[in-house]
């Protein structure tokens, strides 16, 4: 999982709180940390906390316990490697809208 010689920024999608909480079982399993968005999925077995704790938070923001645990550099560095989107709220997704039609 180190990418560190790649400085190129992915381009994370938005997605909105209702959509993360659809992701909420162990054979389709995101969460939130620090507002990235994660497919945890197939990294449920590598977890070195067990997958317990993943299956927990499914489909919800886990920032507060992630950060309580106290996670290793590489820890948070993995969270941005993994992370396939950003949330959103329905007040930022309005205004991504607003912007939208104002470009069309």
Do not use: R
Not at 38 to 56: I, M
Not at 58 to 71: L, N, P, Q, R, Y
Not at 82 to 103: E, F, R, W
């Amino acid at each position: 999982m180190g990418n560190k010689g790649s400085s190129k920024k992915k381009e994370l999608k938005k997605i909105t709180p209702e959509e993360l909480a659809s992701h909420n079982t162990g054979s389709d399993c995101w969460i939130c940390i620090n507002g990235k968005v994660v497919d945890c999925t197939a990294y449920l077995a590598e977890h070195p906390g067990g997958s317990a704790v993943l299956k927990k938070w499914a489909g919800k923001d886990a920032t507060e316990a992630f950060e309580k645990v106290g996670h290793s550099e590489m820890a948070i560095e993995n969270v941005s490697e993994l992370a396939i989107g950003a949330l959103v709220t329905n007040l930022q997704t309005a205004k991504c809208d607003l912007d939208d039609q104002k470009s069309s």
